[in-house]
């Protein structure tokens, strides 16, 4: 049996020297017998490796047929320079653990351009759609984003909490709460740790966060109303004006990009998406201001109105336009409007946030 112990990454395995013995392990990608000679594609979470087969090299070659798709193996061999046009190492194998053979044919396609498969059938058949490299970096990039945050939280003193997600009322109001019964009680799933976080101010902590869920009674019609999310919250003390906020936001943003952009090249490439560098400071525009801009800009909506998703789309190109940036902040909002919480500063007719 193959000792797992000296197990090397697909990745690892491309950087070893030519002759060199590894141990690999991971899901068959693809594999083809012909005749006295087979080719399969190993793919671990770092990448994936040609692996090749000869009857002289590996006795139980005539076993091959029954290793399915997506099958679970440990592959034990030598390093050699792969004739693809490609290049790179490819393993010539020895020896063959079986772990797991998968029954086929598989639920769902989820490997190789153009394959487009339904969500729903995506959904039942997930430990499928996230074997696929997308899908895996979007998970990547969020860890090495929960990273960076942490990473300069504690730098900047803040320390990490992990609040209860139940309370006894809501932080944003009732009507998108998710209600159960405890113990004879009415109580609610957290919509934000808003509550519990000033409840720590108050106790001295003077500088806290949380990473972790909250959730809305809400249907999930688009990515702003779902029903459970991922958020950072986070409160601090001592402070002279919502500006040191929008500092320590700004900083937080461009750490965190700066972050991903450095430590997420390879799963970048595959989503094709680039992280532009941010400029700070970012533009502190005033509700007013913006009211200017999207009127500006054609958009049917008077002073003191709130900005709706489709007003920010319009808004977030108008003062790219102006400011030569991406990102912003939208100062001095109306206090009559929605958007000022109970818990915003009030400053005569305008809230203290943003």
Not at 61 to 83: D, P, Y
Not at 161 to 168: C, M, P, R, W, Y
Not at 216 to 226: D, F, G, I, N, Y
Not at 295 to 314: H, L, N, R, S
């Amino acid at each position: 049996m193959i000792k797992l112990n000296d197990r090397v990454s697909t990745e690892t395995a491309q950087k070893e020297k030519v002759g060199n013995p590894v141990v690999l392990a991971g899901w068959v990608q693809d594999i083809k017998v012909l005749g006295k000679l087979a080719f399969a594609r190993l793919r671990d979470r770092e990448g994936d490796i040609q692996v090749v087969f000869f009857p002289d090299k590996f006795k139980k070659f005539n076993e091959l047929k029954k290793i399915t798709r997506e099958s679970v193996v440990s592959i034990k061999g030598t390093v050699q320079k792969s004739k693809l046009k490609a290049g790179g190492n490819e393993i010539l194998a020895t020896e063959l653990d079986e772990i797991s053979i998968a029954q086929t044919p598989i639920p769902i396609e989820f490997l190789g351009k153009g394959i487009e498969t339904d969500l729903s059938k995506r959904l039942d058949a997930r430990y499928l759609d996230l074997r696929n490299p997308k899908t895996a970096a979007i998970f990547k990039i969020k860890e090495k984003a929960i990273i960076a945050i942490r990473e300069f939280l504690s730098k900047e003193g803040f320390i990490e909490v992990i609040a209860s997600k139940f309370s006894g009322a809501g932080a944003e109001g009732g009507a998108t709460m998710f209600e159960f019964n405890y113990f004879g009680q009415k109580a609610y799933l957290n919509q934000s740790q808003q509550l519990y976080k000033q409840a720590m101010m108050a106790c001295g902590f003077e500088k806290i966060y949380e990473i972790g869920p909250s959730f809305r009674a809400e249907k999930s019609h688009t990515q702003r109303h779902v029903t459970e999310f991922t958020q950072l919250d986070l409160e601090m003390s001592f402070i002279d004006s919502e500006e040191d906020i929008f500092k320590l936001e700004e900083n937080l943003l461009k750490y965190v990009l700066d972050y991903v952009r450095n430590n997420c090249k390879k799963e970048l490439v595959l989503l094709e998406k680039e992280i532009p560098t941010l400029k700070i400071p970012l533009p502190r525009v005033t509700h007013e201001e913006a009211i200017k801009l999207l009127q500006k800009a054609g958009i049917k909506i008077k002073q003191g109105e709130d900005i709706g998703t489709a007003e920010e789309k319009v808004l977030g190109k108008e003062v790219e336009k102006k400011y030569k940036n991406k990102a912003f902040f939208i100062t001095k909002f109306p206090w009559k409007l929605e958007v000022c919480k109970f818990y915003w500063m009030r400053d005569g007719k305008y809230g203290r946030g943003g």
